[in-house]
């Protein structure tokens, strides 16, 4: 199972597999604060949408699946702060659980408050097994910010009226881009614009003159997407589990893996209407993608009108599906709060710095086979070139007890081995470097710089990147070329928002910066699952201290077996 953030709460979640796959059972501990205990049994569950019955993968019957809810300072964490056997994702830090077996997810919720979720982390069953983490603040602690009247979690999806796995299978098989979406989904229901589908429609049924907390995740596999709620506007609080300065737009842009917290202020008194709440996609490759839009509605609790039934039902303008510079915009107002109680602790000084490409590429077709990918090759995609192969074992475990021969090597690139114009004209080899685990070996505590440049091969394109076992501080971006010399004196060191999942933006760059403080195996990757399964990813092992607080404990006993 993987998590997407991390935190500092005592949280155990014990995950029962009734089928073979990876996920956790959760159970949180105590240091200082409490010990929250949830139960997740992993099952098959027939569910309708879109007219169509089918078989889903769904937690405690449930989808999506059920809250998480914990204090900082509970047993319970993202973090995942010295907790990296409880990390989640498959063949990195444990083995997928079996059918019939069960695993213990124990962590701690350090240095986070605000929203998380919680989701597989095996090929596609991300799909329909996801949920919501939600960090309060400590006891007698307040927000930064004005308390909310009532808090409302929004979760995007994406439903595929296929198997997922079944289309991630095929496309893998062919070298082809993978089946899209059939709809996107606002907790778990597509809504009134996609066929047979207005019985399935979340609303948001609200107070006049109060102020909500959304707290927003987006949980779809393939898509950033835009949201916008007709004639009102947000206060953007908080990003990834992390304060960030308060700013007002109309407009959402939310990646997979991402989460936002904002404030919405309801009219007063009640206007005779109620409102759209649309989001579609951002999408910036050449590849197809679902096109369509997923509607709620936003309801006032109106006394003094009789009905609502012939109220109009306002409607907003999204962006055009390729607006990169309204997302850059938007990027660009993140801000940490860097406050005594909410520093921004960025590594002024970089000790070790690298460089990844990221984006797509090809694979040769195997003989006698035909492929349906670029050229009549097959769809890849790399950092620095390497297209990451999973091991047969979990890396973790392969590390901790010093067997690494034959699961991994510790050659990953600091830079790309063959240097040329990223955002412009593409090579004309485009073959990635196949079949290898090649990792990143780091001391602890070092000061490290990535430097994240998107390429033009196969198509610029957007790609969320996430970090597990830190949260990162984005220190700079833009578009064209990183440069080295000129770039870095823009760096933001004073108040970069500080976050675990980043665009890297469409024919552009992003800089981050984090303290490797945490000893493990972490899973850096894209967090479009199509390119993940392609191989767009790669892994850190960060050393032990000297300390005995930072060195990785041994594992549990009930450690999932390959």
Known sequence: MGFSGFFSAAVMLIFFVGFFMAVPEVVAANHGGVTRHYKFSIRMKNITRLC??????????????????????????????????????????????????????????????GTLFWHAHFSWLRATVYGPLIILPRRNESYPFLKPYKQVPILFGEWFNADPEAVINQSLQTGAGPNVS????????????????????????????????????????????????????????????????????????IAPGQTTNVLLKTKSPA???????????????????????????????????????????????????????????????????????????????????????????????????????????????????????????????????????????????????????????????????????????????????????DTSILGAESHPLHLHGYNFYVVGQGFGNFDPKNDPPKFNLVDPVERNTVGVPSGGWVAIRFQADNPGVWLMHCHFDVHLSWGLRMAWIVLDGKLPNQKLPPPPSDLPKC
């Not at 079996?98 to 408050?113: D, H, K, L, M, P």
């Not at 679902?290 to 109009?312: C, M, Q, R, W």
Request: net charge positive; glycine share 6%.
């Open 182 to 253: 059939d709809a996107y989904t606002l907790n778990g229901l597509p809504g009134p614009l996609y066929n047979c589908s207005a019985k399935d429609t979340f609303k948001l049924k609200v107070k006049p003159g109060k102020t909500y907390l959304l707290r927003l995740i987006n949980a779809a596999l393939n898509d950033e997407l835009f949201f916008r709620i007709a004639n009102h506007s947000f206060t953007v609080v908080e990003a990834d589990a992390s304060y960030v300065k308060p700013f007002e737009t109309d407009i959402l842009v």
């Open 52 to 113: 169509r019955t089918k078989s889903i993968v769904a937690v405690n019957g449930k989808f999506p699946g059920p809250r998480v809810v914990a204090r900082e300072g509970d047993r319970h964490g993202i973090k995942q702060l010295r907790s990296g056997w409880a990390d989640g994702p498959a063949y990195i830090t444990q083995c997928p659980i079996r059918t019939g077996q069960s695993y213990v997810y124990n962590f701690t919720i350090t240095g986070q408050r």
């Open 271 to 453: 206007p005779n209407a109620t409102f759209f709440m649309l989001a579609r996609p951002y999408a910036t490759g050449m590849g197809t993608f679902d096109n369509t839009t997923v509607a709620g509605i936003l309801e006032y609790e109106n006394p003094s009108s009789s009905s609502l039934k012939n109220a109009p039902l306002l409607k907003p303008v999204l962006p055009a599906f390729n607006a990169t510079n309204v997302v850059a915009n938007f990027s660009n107002k993140f801000r940490s709060l860097a406050t005594t109680k909410f520093p921004a602790n960025v590594p002024q000084k970089v000790e070790k710095k690298f460089f990844f490409t990221v984006g797509l590429g090809s694979n040769p077709c195997p003989k006698n086979q035909t492929c349906q990918g670029p050229n009549g090759t097959k769809f890849a995609a790399s950092m620095n070139n390497i297209s990451f192969a999973l091991p047969s074992t979990a890396l973790l475990q392969s590390y901790f007890f010093s067997k690494s021969n034959g699961v991994f090597t510790t050659d990953f690139p600091d830079f790309p081995l063959h240097p040329f114009n990223y955002t412009g004209t593409p090579p004309n080899n485009t073959h990635v470097i196949n079949g290898t685990t090649k990792v990143e070996v780091i001391p602890f505590n070092t000061s490290v710089e990535v430097v994240l440049q």
